[in-house]
């Protein structure tokens, strides 16, 4: 199971990014897909997440900025950030699973897979 998240950057406040989670290994339609984030010496966050009918649930902090999509085809999904502003700066994870329930999404800990994370800089 491989989970390669990329796209992260410099930008400046105000600006945009999308990152994008390719995978492998694993029926990727039968898997939910959630990204968080770690910033310096903060706790990791929820940043949002899609299931396989492809809802979408988002941390409120990032609600009305960051939209999620997954690619079928493609088995990767894609986070389009807008409004970028210097506290979204932090390591973004993908995470992958096929059992988590409603609850749940919102938890690291429901997820049994994970990416290398990419790092996101906004400058102010």
């Known amino acids: 199971v491989q989970l390669q998240a990329s796209g992260g950057g410099v930008v400046q406040a105000g600006g945009s990014l999308r990152l994008s989670c390719a995978t492998s290994g694993f029926t990727f339609t039968d898997h939910e897909i959630g990204w968080f984030r770690q910033a310096p010496g903060k706790e990791r966050e929820f940043v949002a997440a899609?299931?396989?009918?492809?809802?979408?649930y988002y941390g409120d902090s990032v609600k009305g900025r960051f939209t999620l999509s997954r690619d079928n085809a493609k088995n990767t999904v894609f986070l389009v950030m807008n409004n970028l502003a210097p506290e979204d700066t932090a390591v973004y994870y993908c995470?992958?699973?096929?059992?988590?329930?409603?609850?749940?999404?919102?938890?690291?800990?429901?997820?049994?897979?994970w990416g290398q994370g990419t790092l996101v800089t906004v400058s102010s």
């Open positions: 899609i299931n396989r009918s492809r809802y979408t």
């Open positions: 995470a992958a699973d096929d059992r988590i329930i409603v609850s749940s999404y919102y938890s690291d800990t429901a997820y049994d897979y």
